[in-house]
């Protein structure tokens, strides 16, 4: 949602500046009014969100602040509030106690603004490098109805979960990938060192190679000549793909792209909508409405057809349909989560009904997951074994025919 920077009169004497969340730059002064300010100025803020080519400095060298730094620091901070702390109290004890020097910085910039009268929320959202759209909103709804530590609770139990998936997902993908960088590492050092040394031997022995020996030798003198032209290939086509501003059209069509790989396609669908159910039920649980809360999900994903079916369903809910009936139109949700949502708003317990949809989808990447790398284990060994054996087939043959020639 856009950000608008205000001046405003705030009785007959004092003036106050800050910052509100708006549609556009008169709906920003409406509100204002009807807090009972007078606008005397009010403009909009480009947010640096990294994109378009912007550069932060923990994206520049790399993210100091782990995403587990986050999480404990909300998990701290909700149970100090529990605990009848105030929230400038409890960021000046976590600020005491934090060893990471960046995570000291965010902290004392949060306990400055604290002591000026800002809201929680307000100062968080100056970071969106850290602290996502979901955060910032889930901690606004805790603050406005005075019960933040039961949304920082929910925020901390939200990224734990997620955190675990990310967990399951890369550890169950590690030895696979470490069969894989062995395997090529294997076949760089005989690609550039064993082959060319048997190839001069043969050469100096005025015997003819083998058609598969020539081709295997063909494919490592280009290796040899151009290997900087590969490196500037890989790297460029690396930049190209992580490079920031990438139009809707490049990624709606790389999405469907992802959608159609046999396997893995169900996969990242699975965990986009385990994803989405949770953060939609948390922000449900926190007492945000839920055209709002589809609003803040779509900022939350990087799927652009997922975002494109969440436009939809919030058009059906704005004009006037169901939820269940908005999600069933949009034709990108699977049955079984229609059902439940629909279970959810007749019984009135959509938020229950999301988490349990949550847990169910990431059961099933969890099942997807183990049956994936089992299938991926032994075709990268069965696929670095064929690259090896062909190299050393090719190196071999040639001495089987000298061999044969001398008998």
Do not use: C
Not at 314 to 333: H, M, N, Q, T
Request: aromatic share 8%.
């Amino acid at each position: 949602m856009p950000r608008f920077i205000y001046t405003a009169k705030k009785g007959p004497k004092e003036i106050v500046k800050g910052t509100i969340d708006a549609e556009s730059k008169n709906e920003a002064v409406n509100s204002l009014i009807q807090k009972g300010f007078v606008p005397i100025e009010v403009k909009g803020v480009v947010e640096k969100r990294n994109r378009a080519g912007s550069v932060s400095f923990f994206s520049l060298f790399g993210q100091r602040i782990k995403p587990v730094d986050i999480t404990l620091f909300t998990q701290q901070l909700a149970s100090l509030i529990k605990s009848r702390v105030s929230v400038l109290e409890a960021i000046a004890v976590l600020l005491k106690q934090t060893e990471n020097r960046h995570m000291r910085e965010i902290l004392s910039s949060v306990y400055r603004g604290l002591k000026d009268g800002k809201m929680l929320s307000d100062i968080l959202r100056g970071y969106p490098e850290l602290f996502s759209p979901l955060y910032v909103n889930m901690i606004h709804a805790g603050e406005i109805s005075g019960v933040l530590e039961e949304s920082l609770t929910r925020l901390a139990d939200f990224r734990e979960e997620q955190e675990e998936m990310k967990a399951t997902v890369t550890s169950a993908l590690a030895y696979p990938m470490f069969i894989l960088i062995v395997g090529i590492i294997t076949i760089a050092i005989l690609v550039t060192f064993a082959v060319p040394r048997v190839v001069v031997l043969f050469e100096d022995s005025g015997q003819a190679l083998p058609l598969v020996t020539q081709i295997l030798v063909s494919v490592t003198q280009t290796i040899r000549n151009y290997w900087y032209v590969l490196l500037m290939l890989f790297i460029g086509g690396f930049v190209l793909f992580k490079r920031k501003g990438v139009s809707e059209k490049e990624k709606m069509a790389w999405d469907r792209i992802k959608s159609r790989l046999p396997v893995f396609g169900d996969l990242i669908k699975k965990e986009g909508l385990a994803r989405f159910s949770r953060s939609f039920g948390a922000l449900l649980g926190s007492g945000i409405p839920v055209l709002q809360a589809i609003r803040i999900s779509v900022l939350t994903l990087d799927n652009e057809m997922f975002k494109i079916a969440l436009k939809k369903v919030e058009k059906s809910v704005v004009d006037g349909e169901s939820l269940a009936r908005g999600i069933e139109k949009a034709s990108y949700f699977p049955p079984f989560m229609v059902n439940m949502i629909a279970v959810g708003e007749s019984g009135g317990h959509l938020e229950k009904v999301l988490l349990e949809t949550a847990h169910f989808y990431e059961r099933e990447v969890r099942k997807a997951t183990k049956i994936v790398t089992s299938l991926l284990e032994p075709a990268i060994i069965l696929l670095m074994g064929l690259v090896v054996g062909f190299i050393v087939f090719a190196m071999l043959l040639p001495i089987f025919e000298i061999n044969l020639a001398v008998k």
